[in-house]
């Protein structure tokens, strides 16, 4: 749902009723027309077939179109969804020269290149429904004025929870031995040779920011030795919530930990930290 309330106030930020504003980067700016004239809005999503229907809140796909279908049409804008998006003759392209607005997701991305930045005129809005804008070419955009705009937190919990699964499917050895179980199998010493307790291991995280803080809460009641790497070093009350321990130096981190998780957004400066 937090995907559907930025959406509609992104949106209804670009198209409001208040004087024109601008967006400038470099030497180039669009406009950001604040009349109540019709968008075209273009939404990039994947199918979700007939797992569509199970879930009301399932609005992240093609069918459920973020939700924000009534409520665009009623504001006088042209909605279009598609999960067409490769190659030249793609429904996306078609849609290209004309949008004023285009959506998008980090798991069926279409990518935002130089070239279509350059073709799509009308272009004033790139959103993101979720977090993260690898898919998009960020320095044509910068260059051609266009705002570029993510669901900044959305899905921290999530990923602090997912991140913990994968912590404990890998310590304990599990997909070995989930494999043998469906099988038909039973080999205790290939599985446990390389299963472990998380208790009293050492676990770092690259990165301590929402993420990483509340990885660090969830594994404090395994009783692990935590550390943290980042630029910043946290509050000492939330250090002492956490039990995890400053390291400035990662190579130091790194040096001591059984378990390293990375916590970083992918930029040009931290790309290679790891190779």
């Not at 930025?6 to 601008?22: D, E, G, H, L, Q």
């Not at 472990?196 to 009783?223: H, M, S």
């Amino acid at each position: 749902m937090a995907m559907k309330r930025a959406a509609t106030s992104a949106i209804r930020a670009f198209s409001s009723s208040s004087p024109a504003s601008s967006v400038s980067s470099g030497s180039s700016t669009r406009l950001l027309h604040a009349s109540a004239e019709s968008k075209k809005i273009v939404g990039v999503f994947y199918k979700a077939n007939e797992y569509a229907s199970l879930n009301p809140n399932f609005v992240g796909s093609l069918e459920g179109a973020l939700g924000i279908r009534d409520w665009l049409e009623s504001q006088g804008h042209q909605y279009i969804v598609t999960d067409d998006k490769e190659g030249l003759d793609s429904e996306l392209e078609k849609h290209i020269p004309d949008l004023h607005v285009l959506i998008t997701t980090p798991f069926h991305p279409a990518y935002v290149t130089a070239e279509r930045i350059r073709r799509a005129k009308n272009l004033q809005l790139l959103l993101t429904a979720g977090i993260g804008s690898d898919h998009i070419d960020l320095k044509a955009a910068a260059a051609a004025g266009l705002t570029v705009a993510e669901v900044t937190g959305s899905n921290v919990v999530s990923v602090a929870e997912d991140e913990l699964m994968r912590i404990l499917i890998l310590v304990r050895n599990f997909l070995p031995g989930y494999h043998q179980v469906i099988n038909g199998e039973w080999n205790v010493a290939a599985i446990a040779y390389r299963a472990y307790d998380l208790e009293g291991k050492t676990v770092g995280t690259v990165g301590a920011g929402r993420i990483g803080k509340l990885l660090l809460q969830r594994l404090k009641p395994f009783n692990c030795n935590l550390l943290y790497h980042d630029r910043l070093q946290m509050d000492p009350e939330l250090e002492k919530q956490t039990g995890a321990k400053f390291e400035e130096d990662l190579d130091s981190l790194l040096s001591k930990c059984d378990v390293v998780v990375i916590n970083t957004p992918l930029t040009e400066k931290t790309r290679y930290d790891f190779q």
